[in-house]
């Protein structure tokens, strides 16, 4: 039973763990050789995933949008036309400023995002399991000591990347729209105000710590909510693909009904950073 235990326990961390790479002094180290590397790790399984779904996204919009003529379109072309329209509805009910960069910007999110989070869909012994033939074949490697994860979402830095962007966007349409001193005037005063200016001035380290504390909320919020769905979805996965032989059909209902949480975390991230954005753009408080 112990040894069962630590089998499928060893399962599970090899299908939790990303493929690293880091320099050291003896030059470019991966994997296990970069346990203590600090900071400067990549993850390069979830770089090269993302950047790939990437441009998977840049091309089939970009090639949609080329294709495009007058007359009835084809199935692809309205395919894309429904998502196209879809956010754009969204940011005209959402977004209440003037902005040609936001439409965009949800319209990368929203998909991008999804297709990252559909990579839970795929089996999750199926490319790790691969990656580690190739690995030993061509390379010579322990297979057991190459790792895969393919869905960029379950990483942690991944969603606090796309956070810290939606953040530094948050920061940047304050300033300029309410310039630097208006943006210093919402951090310290507000929500508490006094016509008196000695009370005034007493209150402002109150603003200043609700108010950091409700704008770096804003992008913690973004990166966990995403991340933490994703990554309990595809523990259950990894759970399920550790019975081994059945894991095919329970794969195929878990996948169902995970469809859902791909799809809403998606429009989650997408409207929330409309919001956030939309936010940063009012002179109101």
């Excluded at 966007?169 to 508490?192: A, N």
């Excluded at 523990?235 to 794969?251: K, W």
Aim: hydrophobic residues 55%.
């Amino acid at each position: 039973m112990a040894a069962e235990e630590v089998t499928i326990s060893s399962h599970i961390q090899h299908h939790l763990t990303n493929a690293k790479m880091c320099m050291t002094d003896s030059g470019l180290a991966f994997n296990k050789a970069c346990a203590d590397s600090g900071f400067w790790t990549w993850n390069i399984d979830t770089l090269a995933w993302s950047i790939g779904l990437g441009l998977l996204f840049l091309w089939t919009f970009r090639s949609a949008a080329k294709k495009a003529h007058i007359g009835v379109p084809g199935k692809f072309q309205c395919f894309i036309e429904m998502i196209v329209e879809f956010v754009g509805d969204n940011v005209r009910d959402t977004y209440h400023g003037k902005s040609k960069l936001i439409a965009p910007l949800a319209l990368t999110i929203f998909v991008w995002v999804f297709l990252m989070n559909l990579m839970d869909l795929i089996p999750v012994d199926f490319l790790p399991a691969l990656a580690g033939l190739v690995g030993e074949q061509a390379f010579g490697m322990d297979s057991h000591d190459v790792y895969m994860k393919i869905v960029p979402t379950t990483d942690i830095n991944m969603t606090a990347a796309l956070a810290l962007g939606v953040f530094i966007l948050m920061i940047g349409y304050s300033i300029k729209i309410k310039g630097v001193g208006g943006f210093i005037k919402e951090l310290t005063l507000h929500p508490f105000s006094s016509n008196n200016t000695a009370m005034q001035i007493l209150l402002i380290p109150f603003n200043l710590l609700l108010e950091l504390i409700a704008l770096v909320s804003k992008p913690f919020s973004l990166a966990l909510r995403l991340f933490g769905n994703l990554y309990a979805g595809e523990l259950i996965f990894i759970l399920i693909g550790a019975v081994g032989l059945m894991q095919l059909p329970l794969h195929f209902v878990w996948a169902v009904f995970h469809i859902l949480v791909i799809v809403l975390q998606a429009f989650v991230f997408m409207m929330l950073t409309i919001v956030y954005l939309s936010m940063a753009s009012s002179d109101n408080h």
